[in-house]
């Protein structure tokens, strides 16, 4: 394993830290490194919610600050103000089914976005004069490489981008942006591509926080198409740990793709959640809970099959995924059932417009 240096105390700037990866990755941060400088810079849209944050507010070392990556001139005031010498850049709009149905914003968040804080960043650093501990971490999706067929080779950094959906595009355009202002300017970015992230604070909007709410109250759960879609599951815990070692030892310019070697189809995530609720949860509506399952008419563009070889991460900087899917569902499902004073709020009206417009029209 590549020996981690964490005796310099960083000062990180950290984006959409109070979303779903990027406030897991704020508290495995903050546990990990205490001694650390962390400033979470979230605009707080519909994912983004404060009250994740909530036991790290009173933390001397931590500062929260709700403004906007385009925002250059809060961006280049939080540089200069904090001494940063560190951005992991969490902040995007994420989710497939929404940018289908409004890509404007994801072009403006995750290009237009991005290239801000590069740029920013890059000014900031020559002025440092360069330092060669600055870093900027860029987390990007496997989305961007577009759709695997049932036996084609997971994707490695070498594989061609094909992304499929306004969401994927506009990941590919930011993963660009990054790339070019290492080759160009030698500003020293990583990015990396992970697959499905899970895990606690998840959004209800998406796949398994959403089958679990739906089992609670006893919905349909909607499963697209015939459900025979695949995806590398990742446990956001993992994945954490994996940005960790990246920040702390990977080498600027590079590509680091962080997969959870958990290939799993939809329909068979969705029969262990049911079967795992059935066991964990006292009192559900409907028992057993897949016979809430429907199926649903596909969304356009819905890519068949993701998958990711991380064998560079476990070569170069001895990372490994630890959980499996049967694992982190089970405690994914646990922090569901312990925490419904955090999910109950998001299930608003706006949430529940969104649902009706994604679903609604689509049981067959």
Same mark, same amino acid.
């Given at each position: 394993?590549?020996?981690?240096?964490?005796?310099?105390?960083?000062? =990180?700037?950290?984006?959409?830290?109070?979303?779903? =990866?990027?406030?897991?990755?704020?508290?495995?941060?903050?546990?990990?490194?205490?001694?650390?400088?962390?400033?979470?810079?979230?605009?707080?849209?519909?994912?983004?919610?404060?009250?994740?944050?909530?036991?790290?507010?009173?933390?001397?070392?931590?500062?929260?600050?709700? @403004?906007?990556?385009?925002?250059?001139?809060?961006?280049?005031?939080?540089?200069?103000?904090?001494?940063?010498?560190?951005?992991?850049?969490?902040?995007?709009q994420s989710h497939v089914d929404r940018s289908i149905?409004?890509?404007?914003?994801?072009?403006?968040?995750?290009?237009?976005?991005?290239?801000?804080?590069?740029?920013?960043?890059?000014?900031?650093?020559?002025?440092?004069?360069?330092?060669?501990?600055?870093?900027?971490?860029?987390?990007?999706?496997?989305?961007?490489?577009?759709?695997?067929?049932?036996?084609?080779?997971?994707?490695?950094?070498?594989?061609?981008?094909?992304?499929?959906?306004?969401?994927?595009?506009?990941?590919?355009?930011?993963?660009?942006?990054?790339?070019?202002?290492?080759?160009?300017?030698?500003?020293?970015?990583?990015?990396? &591509?992970?697959?499905?992230?899970?895990?606690?604070?998840?959004?209800?909007?998406?796949?398994?926080?959403?089958?679990?709410?739906?089992?609670?109250? @006893?919905?349909? $759960?909607?499963?697209?198409?015939?459900?025979?879609?695949?995806?590398?599951?990742?446990? /956001?815990?993992?994945?954490?740990?994996?940005?960790?070692?990246?920040?702390?030892?990977?080498?600027?310019?590079?590509?680091?793709?962080?997969?959870?070697? &958990?290939?799993?189809?939809?329909?068979?995530?969705?029969?262990?959640?049911?079967?795992?609720?059935?066991?964990?949860?006292?009192? $559900?509506?409907?028992?057993?809970?897949?016979?809430?399952?429907?199926? /649903?008419?596909?969304?356009?563009?819905?890519?068949?099959?993701?998958? =990711?070889?991380?064998?560079?991460?476990?070569?170069? $900087?001895?990372?490994?995924?630890?959980?499996?899917?049967?694992?982190?569902?089970?405690?994914?499902?646990?922090?569901?059932?312990?925490?419904?004073?955090?999910?109950?709020? $998001?299930?608003?009206?706006?949430?529940?417009?969104?649902?009706q417009a994604s679903y609604d029209q689509k049981f067959i």
């Amino acid at each position: 394993m590549a020996e981690i240096d964490s005796e310099r105390a960083r000062r =990180i700037i950290i984006t959409g830290g109070a979303g779903f =990866i990027g406030s897991n990755f704020v508290h495995h941060w903050s546990k990990k490194y205490p001694k650390d400088r962390i400033v979470v810079l979230d605009s707080l849209t519909y994912a983004g919610n404060r009250a994740t944050l909530e036991d790290l507010e009173n933390l001397e070392n931590f500062r929260f600050v709700h @403004g906007d990556i385009c925002d250059r001139p809060l961006v280049d005031q939080l540089l200069k103000q904090e001494n940063i010498d560190s951005i992991a850049h969490f902040a995007a709009q994420s989710h497939v089914d929404r940018s289908i149905l409004g890509p404007g914003a994801f072009v403006e968040a995750n290009v237009v976005g991005t290239f801000t804080l590069l740029e920013s960043f890059r000014q900031y650093w020559l002025e440092s004069g360069q330092p060669k501990h600055y870093r900027f971490l860029h987390i990007s999706t496997d989305e961007v490489y577009g759709s695997l067929g049932p036996s084609d080779p997971p994707f490695s950094e070498s594989t061609a981008y094909s992304p499929n959906s306004p969401y994927s595009a506009s990941k590919a355009g930011s993963d660009h942006l990054a790339r070019a202002y290492y080759h160009t300017y030698a500003l020293p970015t990583i990015i990396t &591509n992970c697959s499905n992230n899970y895990g606690p604070f998840h959004f209800p909007e998406k796949l398994i926080p959403l089958m679990i709410i739906n089992i609670l109250q @006893g919905k349909p $759960l909607p499963i697209y198409g015939d459900g025979q879609n695949v995806r590398d599951w990742l446990y /956001v815990k993992d994945h954490c740990q994996a940005l960790d070692f990246v920040i702390h030892s990977g080498t600027p310019g590079q590509t680091y793709n962080v997969g959870g070697n &958990n290939e799993v189809k939809n329909i068979d995530l969705v029969y262990l959640i049911c079967r795992l609720m059935d066991e964990l949860s006292e009192d $559900l509506p409907v028992k057993p809970a897949e016979n809430l399952i429907t199926f /649903v008419k596909d969304r356009p563009g819905h890519d068949r099959r993701y998958a =990711i070889d991380a064998s560079k991460i476990r070569q170069e $900087l001895g990372w490994i995924p630890e959980t499996t899917v049967a694992e982190g569902i089970r405690e994914t499902i646990l922090w569901y059932l312990e925490n419904q004073k955090w999910w109950r709020p $998001l299930l608003s009206a706006d949430y529940q417009a969104y649902y009706q417009a994604s679903y609604d029209q689509k049981f067959i």
